[in-house]
């Protein structure tokens, strides 16, 4: 026991940790925040509800529910000083490599929430990490597109301050689509914890030496930007849209065939999972949110959704797919929809961070607060040379 991982030696590759949080059951498909189904959260709450469930470990009331969003809203706002940290930046910089150099800065200019064995100290450094990453991807977006940063705004939910200051501009005023904001509220939910996975786990293993929480969450960012893991929707969006312009469905068989063959090094972004083994009940919602945005949208007719539904279809039948249990995981149709309401590619990981920071910051917190956890030291299976001494240097 090494306090955050338990190695069985029988399995010394498998590395885990207790939690209270999420869990997931991986061959039926299942994922449950703090005992409530994904599929129930998903349709019957927003997404601060969700926040105020994943890290105090229960739905909020009417008033508990007023009193965190209020708490939220109000530490939006970030320190003058970020913009001319982001200004160093080039224009064309990936938003996630912005994004993890922003979250690490923060450790910068919020020395009143470092001290981690101060309890006011790690409530309020959560808080500021979900109120502020939407203010930072903003803040980035507009920054890559030459136009003025626009301040957040307390009169607006959480979901819409985010749409105004990434859409708006100071010229007009900003009217919300509730379709959009209903849809990435939605996106945020789906996205917002999943027990141990490599990012989460990185939060975990880089908060356990002890250090500031906005390091450890910029940790989690940086992991979370690999194309196996949240940068699989990028990935994923631009495989089915090379696939289009090549011809979409009529290419089906080609690029299935092409996956198979593993020489090709040819991946089915959006597909398969370390866990699940059986559909992720988040891609099946995140199917039936592409659906009615698309058609509240009148954009039912979308080429690439067809491409995407026909691509499942497809893989879902062929023996290749199915012998390996591989299903449409969360990233598959997350494209689809964020292209749909608007959001440039390039942010699509982005709003994964968005979203999956209050899953890292309560598994963080799970940990840090447990006064038994000790750093994270795995270890290895070592492979290498038997001792043997060193030759001089005229005689090696
Ligand atoms: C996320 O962990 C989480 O919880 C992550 C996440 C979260 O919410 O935090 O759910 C978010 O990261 C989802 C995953 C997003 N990544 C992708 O969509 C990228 C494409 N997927 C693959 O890279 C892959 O499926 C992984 C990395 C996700 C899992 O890889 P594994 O562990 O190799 O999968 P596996 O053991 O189930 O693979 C079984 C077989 C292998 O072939 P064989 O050696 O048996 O012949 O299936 C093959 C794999 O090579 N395979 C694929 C494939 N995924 C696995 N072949 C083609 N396309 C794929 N996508």
């Given amino acids: 026991q090494t306090g955050m ?27 449950l925040y703090r005992g409530y189904p994904i599929e129930q959260l998903a349709v019957k709450c927003d997404f601060l509800e969700v926040c105020h469930l994943i890290m105090k470990g229960d739905l909020p009331d009417e008033k508990e529910k007023a009193d965190f969003d209020h708490l939220v809203t109000h530490h939006t706002m970030v320190n003058e000083q970020l913009q001319t940290f982001l200004k160093g930046f080039r224009r064309d910089a990936h938003p996630m490599a912005v994004l993890t150099g922003l979250v690490g800065a923060l450790s910068a200019f919020y020395h009143d929430s470092l001290d981690i064995t101060k309890k006011e100290h790690r409530d309020i450094s959560s808080i500021r990490l979900i109120a502020k990453m939407p203010t930072l991807i903003a803040m980035a977006y507009k920054y890559s597109v030459g136009q003025p940063f626009i301040y957040p705004q307390n009169n607006l939910s959480y979901t819409a301050n985010f749409l105004r200051m990434m859409f708006g501009n100071p010229c007009e005023e900003y009217v919300v689509n509730e379709v959009v904001e209903r849809a990435l509220d939605r996106i945020f939910i789906l996205h917002a914890e999943h027990e141990q996975n490599a990012s989460t786990s990185t ?11 906005f ?28 696939l289009l312009a090549q011809g979409g469905v009529d290419k089906l068989p080609e690029f ?15 597909f398969g999972h370390r866990v699940y083994k059986n559909y992720d009940p988040r891609a099946k919602l995140m ?47 997350s494209g689809i929809v964020q292209r749909a309401i608007g959001i440039p590619t390039s ?43 060193v030759a001089d240097l005229n005689a090696r």
């Avoid at 959704?305 to 149709?333: G, H, I, Q, T, W």
Wanted: glycine share 8%; aromatic share 10%.
């Fill in 5 to 31: 991982f338990t190695f069985d030696p029988g399995f010394m590759s498998t590395a885990s940790c207790s939690s209270s949080i999420t869990y997931i059951d991986g061959d039926k498909g299942e994922l």
């Fill in 203 to 213: 939060v975990r293993l880089c908060g356990s030496s002890g250090t500031n929480p």
């Fill in 215 to 242: 390091a450890a969450i910029a940790a989690g960012v940086a992991c979370l930007w690999g194309p196996a893991h949240g940068g699989a929707n990028e990935a994923a969006l631009q495989m089915l849209e090379e």
């Fill in 256 to 270: 299935v065939a092409k996956v198979k063959d593993k020489s090709s090094g040819v991946k089915l972004m959006g």
């Fill in 287 to 333: 199917q039936e949110t592409c659906r009615e945005v698309l058609e509240a949208l009148g954009l039912q007719d979308d080429p690439l959704f067809k491409l995407a539904m026909a691509l499942e279809k497809v893989a879902l039948e062929d023996e290749y797919f199915v012998s390996r249990k591989l299903y449409p995981n969360v990233d598959f149709y």
């Fill in 347 to 389: 942010l699509f990981t982005a709003i994964f961070a968005l979203a999956r920071t209050v899953g890292w910051v309560a598994q963080w917190n799970e940990m840090i607060s447990d006064p038994d956890y000790k750093i994270g030291r795995p270890r290895q299976l070592y492979t290498g040379e038997t001792a043997r001494d």
